[in-house]
């Protein structure tokens, strides 16, 4: 089952991968899928927006060995985490901008987990029973000013630099999933869960230790190796099965 948000009211809608799609009565974040009521049926061709608009955005930085090895990383000892800022957020379909502080923006395909509700200090059960689903994202990277700062977040936090949708896929079988990236058409990046040091229920038991996890958080998994460059006319697209394709164009700031 798929759960869309679309605009321009930022509803939800249920659909599946025939493209039908039906307005979501109920809250998703309160109400299990067996509960739902759905309302009147949508041209499936409605603008998509961002799945889900988090509170927080929290990421794993080295979470593939090939990505810690191309950057010249240590391999990390725990996960490292960092907070990405709720503005970056687009939707499928909207540009990235590139902007004038950086020299070196780089994709970074990733699988998203949406929690559905509060974490804090969890087992793996529970943080498993948190998950309402996972869906695509770009976490989109500044990596010159990534090398320069102590920190990340600067370097993922412009506007526009994490890209969402098209859907939140609810109740996944969380690993068995593979992200593929292209750019311009061509992969560049693939890989599966059990490629991860950390898999998704460690990183949100670890995260939830530290911080308390919210409904429509949002869990940014980690990039596999093959990141590269992204210049103005690019267009990027982040695909998992199941989920669907997220596709957004690239352009320079200069062009606004």
């Known amino acids: 089952m798929l759960l869309y948000r679309i605009g321009p009211e ?7 991968e025939s493209g039908d799609l039906r307005v979501l009565h109920s809250d998703p974040f309160e109400v299990r899928p067996g509960g739902w009521e759905l309302g009147r049926a949508i041209e499936s061709s ?3 927006l961002a799945p889900v608009l988090p509170g927080k955005i929290v990421g794993c930085g080295r979470n593939y060995r090939e990505h810690v090895e191309e950057l010249e990383n240590p391999l990390p000892e725990e996960p490292v985490i960092f907070l990405k800022s709720p503005s970056s957020i687009v939707g499928p379909k909207a540009p990235i901008i590139l902007p004038p502080e950086s ?6 395909g990733e699988i998203a987990v ?13 943080a498993r029973a948190a998950i309402l689903g996972v869906t695509c994202a770009n976490d989109v990277t500044a990596r ?3 090398r320069r700062d102590a920190t990340f977040a600067r370097a993922k936090s412009f506007d526009s630099f994490c890209p969402l949708g098209p859907a939140i896929r609810v109740d996944p079988e969380i690993e068995g999933l593979e992200v593929i990236t292209r750019v311009n058409g061509e992969e560049r990046q693939r ?3 059990a490629a991860m040091t950390w898999g998704p229920i460690e990183l949100l038991v670890y995260a939830s230790r530290m911080m308390t996890l919210e409904a429509g958080d949002l869990l940014l998994t980690g990039t596999p190796g093959g990141v590269g460059r992204l210049t103005d006319g690019d267009s990027v697209e982040v695909d998992i099965a199941g989920v669907g394709v997220l596709s957004n164009p690239v352009e320079d700031w200069r062009r606004g």
Not at 10 to 16: C, E, L, P
Not at 103 to 108: D, L, S
């Open 10 to 16: 930022g509803f939800y809608a249920v659909g599946d």
């Open 46 to 48: 409605t603008g998509l």
């Open 103 to 108: 020299q070196q923006v780089e994709f970074e």
């Open 114 to 126: 949406v929690l559905r509700h509060r974490l804090r200090r969890a087992s793996e059960d529970e």
């Open 144 to 146: 010159d000013l990534q």
């Open 191 to 193: 890989a599966k869960t």
